[in-house]
């Protein structure tokens, strides 16, 4: 009897322990691939080296240009910037339209190290205000112990707050009804305490507030945090948290590590 409760134990600890699985992520909003400061000079090269340097499970990118004539003025020809940082990287990568622009299409981007293959879309966001289009790009995410969770990545409406109050809440909506573990990320155009930040549900956390890191990811002259990244405290909790002041874009990166700590939904979630 003592045996049967020992391996009964074993048997529970050993179910919570390959749970518990970590992920690093990165979020850069990388300006279509061309330094701000020094027009036509192209980025892609450095982001990509430094990229693959720290090995994240996956990347998230903003203002990402596909096929455009700006690319043009920084790569001598039409670029597919995600395709291109695929190759550089690989990792396996994914677009998703926002809109069309310039002879091609803007939008977002995913790179993941590991791919199932499996989840890659695109969500349309809400547009009351009409301002320029915005749309949230989605893939799963394989885990080493075999878990697979939903990463989304955004880039928010920079001019009304309509839109982006009417695109925190069609998100998160959205991410609520996936049937795996998800988190969040992105430029989001809002600092904390915003009407569209007060929408937020409250068990997503925000992972800069979590680590007590309140450093600007958009630089500028008066400095502000508009990246983010929010995961539902139900399924992870905050490893680490990290602004990095990278010189390509006129924003930051973050680098967030999260762990796992409940691999499925609850039926009926």
Same mark, same amino acid.
């Given at each position: 009897?003592?045996? =049967? ?14 749970d ?15 330094? /701000? ?11 990509a080296?430094? =990229?693959?340097?720290?090995? /994240? ?6 203002e ?17 910037l ?60 394989? =885990? ?12 928010? #409406? ?20 996936? /049937? ?25 956390? #925000? ?6 890191n ?7 002259? @008066?400095?502000?945090?508009? @990246?983010?990244?929010?995961? #539902?405290?139900?399924?992870f ?9 990278? /010189? ?9 590590? =999260? ?11």
């Open positions: 009897m003592k045996q =049967l409760i020992l391996l009964n134990f074993l048997f529970a600890l050993s179910i919570n322990f390959t518990a699985q970590q992920i690093s992520v990165i979020s850069y909003n990388i300006y279509h691939g061309e330094n /701000p400061t020094q027009p036509g000079n192209p980025t892609l090269d450095s982001i080296e430094y =990229l693959i340097r720290l090995q /994240p499970d996956a990347i998230a990118l903003q990402v240009d596909s096929m455009t004539l700006r690319s043009v003025n920084s790569y001598g020809e039409k670029v597919d995600i395709s291109k940082l695929a190759i550089k990287t690989g990792y396996k990568g994914y677009f998703g339209r926002s809109m069309a622009f310039d002879g091609g299409a803007y939008g977002n981007g995913i790179l993941n190290k590991k791919s199932n293959g499996k989840g890659y879309h695109t969500l349309a966001l809400p547009n009351p205000a009409n301002g320029e289009p915005r749309g949230m790009v989605w893939s799963q995410l394989e =885990l080493q112990n075999l878990s697979e969770i939903y990463i989304g990545n955004t880039h928010l #409406d920079h001019e009304f707050e309509e839109n982006r109050i009417a695109q925190v809440d069609s998100l998160f909506s959205y991410a609520e009804s996936l /049937p795996l573990p998800a988190f969040v990320m992105g430029d989001f155009n809002f600092e904390e305490g915003s009407e569209a930040y007060k929408r937020i549900p409250t068990h997503w956390k #925000d992972a800069g507030r979590e680590a007590g309140y450093e600007p990811t958009y630089p500028g002259t @008066d400095g502000k945090r508009i @990246d983010y990244l929010f995961y #539902d405290s139900t399924y909790q905050l490893i680490s948290y990290e602004v990095i002041q990278l /010189p390509y874009s006129d924003h930051y990166a973050i680098l967030v590590t =999260l762990e796992l700590i409940k691999r499925k939904k609850d039926s009926g979630n």
